[in-house]
């Protein structure tokens, strides 16, 4: 409780709750919270960065602190970055789920949904997507990009390497 951090001043580690479960009935009542589990599954999995966006910052003293005191052999490191933001287009994967449920879009891969297999769809080859994520970049600080920053990508992939055809 003396901790100058919130986060570890009294973390919750697990929650009760009397509801069954989907799998396992009402064997149990007691859950892990994320915070408690995030680190030791990417432990036990083997991993070396964990990549999170920043809401998840101050949660790394949290992280580290479970993974110090827990006999493992590797100790993963939690990386932060903002999130992408590109104008005038939602990226809230809560908002898009909505929009695929409610069958506004045909899914996912859905040409106008802002996700990967959408620009694939839409026509955006994979080194274009990627030289657009080179262009940006990882940052900390919270940007919009220009649409016009992506478009420039598929433009000067397809320029360069699609076949002109003239009638």
């Known amino acids: 409780m003396a901790s100058p951090f919130i986060v570890m001043r009294d973390p ?12 396992t ?8 919270m994320y915070d408690f589990t995030h680190c030791i599954s990417d432990a036990l999995e083997g991993i070396t960065h964990s990549l999170c966006t ?12 479970v993974l110090d005191n827990i006999s493992i052999p590797v100790h993963p490191r939690q990386y932060e970055f903002s999130r992408l933001n590109l104008e005038y287009t939602v990226m809230s994967k809560r908002k898009l789920n909505q929009l695929v449920t409610e069958k506004h879009v045909e899914g ?3 040409p106008r949904m802002p996700t ?3 620009l694939r769809r839409r026509g955006y080859t ?3 997507i990627r030289e657009f994520c080179k262009r940006i970049g990882v940052t900390k600080q ?19 390497n699609a076949r002109a055809r003239w009638r």
């Open 142 to 160: 919270d940007n919009t990009i220009e649409m016009a920053s992506l478009e420039s990508c598929i433009r000067e992939d397809l320029n360069e």
């Open 54 to 65: 920043l809401e998840f910052q101050d949660n790394r003293r949290l992280y580290d602190w």
């Open 108 to 110: 996912w891969d859905d």
């Open 126 to 128: 994979a080194e274009s």
């Open 12 to 23: 919750v580690l697990y929650r009760i709750k009397f509801a069954e479960h989907h799998q």
């Open 116 to 118: 990967i297999s959408g």
């Open 25 to 32: 009935g009402n064997k149990w009542c007691i859950y892990p």
